[in-house]
């Protein structure tokens, strides 16, 4: 099975502007999750999505948003980027339906290394 | 409050000798568990996992991890260390399916791993 894929691997954006991301779950996860990865602030929880529907939200403002559609394939946007939005954006799917092991083991993707100027 | 805390965050040991990687969580129910490992550059891939049963759980790369509630703890170990486990560790902590906290992870800070030839 392929695993998470997430695209650009690297982007580079200036203040002020939007980026979006993508990613896309093992084939069969239903829920994917989204993480920011700073030198700073560690890994820290952004969001979840499972079925097209948030979850669960981490403790970012508003301009951080995501969506999933119906193929579990998910895009977060970051609107008004700021300096500190540089990071690692990490991406994990999970299949979501099933509790226990299987279910809520959550398997990462490369990321995507954004850097704003 | 619900953390994780990785209290060393470098450590060198030469190659061949044992290691253990500390961690240690606050949590108000019974949580998942689990270990990653992060190259640079790269995501995150799943060294191992607990969720019940044996405290001893055995995961890829020959590393083991023992869940002990009473000090609420789940260290990683190797007995023999190969240069190419160098790379940074992370602890974390995640929520049974239908908890309030699905598909959110709780990350320690990680410990970066340096291997003496």
């Known amino acids: 099975k392929a695993g998470v894929t997430q695209t650009p691997r690297y982007l580079i954006k200036t203040r002020g502007q939007q980026v979006t991301l993508s990613c896309s779950p093992i084939?069969?996860?239903?829920?994917v999750s989204w993480y920011q990865q700073t030198p700073g602030q560690g890994l820290q929880f952004l969001f979840e999505y499972f079925s097209e529907t948030q979850r669960n939200k981490g403790n970012f403002p508003g301009r951080f948003s995501g969506r999933q559609f119906s193929n579990s394939r998910s895009e977060m946007n970051v609107s008004t980027l700021e300096l500190g939005d540089s990071a690692l954006y990490l991406c994990?799917?999970?299949?979501?339906?099933?509790?226990?092991?299987?279910?809520?083991?959550?398997?990462f993707g490369p990321g995507t290394r954004l850097t704003v100027l | 409050a619900q953390s994780v805390t990785q209290p060393d965050i470098h450590i060198t040991v030469s190659e061949g000798a044992s290691l253990e990687l500390r961690c240690n969580y606050s949590y108000g129910a019974t949580p998942y568990l689990f270990w990653y490992v992060q190259s640079p550059g790269q995501g995150l891939q799943l060294l191992l996992k607990y969720f019940s049963g044996d405290t001893l759980v055995q995961g890829i790369k020959g590393f083991e991890a023992e869940f002990k509630r009473s000090q609420s703890s789940f260290n990683l170990r190797k007995p023999s260390v190969h240069w190419s486990d160098a790379a940074e560790y992370f602890c974390?902590?995640?929520?049974?399916?239908?908890?309030?906290?699905?598909?959110?992870?709780?990350f320690g800070q990680g410990t970066t791993l340096q291997v003496k030839p």
């Open positions: 994990a799917s999970s299949l979501g339906t099933i509790a226990g092991v299987s279910g809520d083991t959550q398997y």
């Open positions: 084939s069969g996860h239903r829920s």
């Open positions: 974390a902590v995640g929520a049974r399916s239908g908890s309030s906290n699905t598909g959110k992870l709780i």
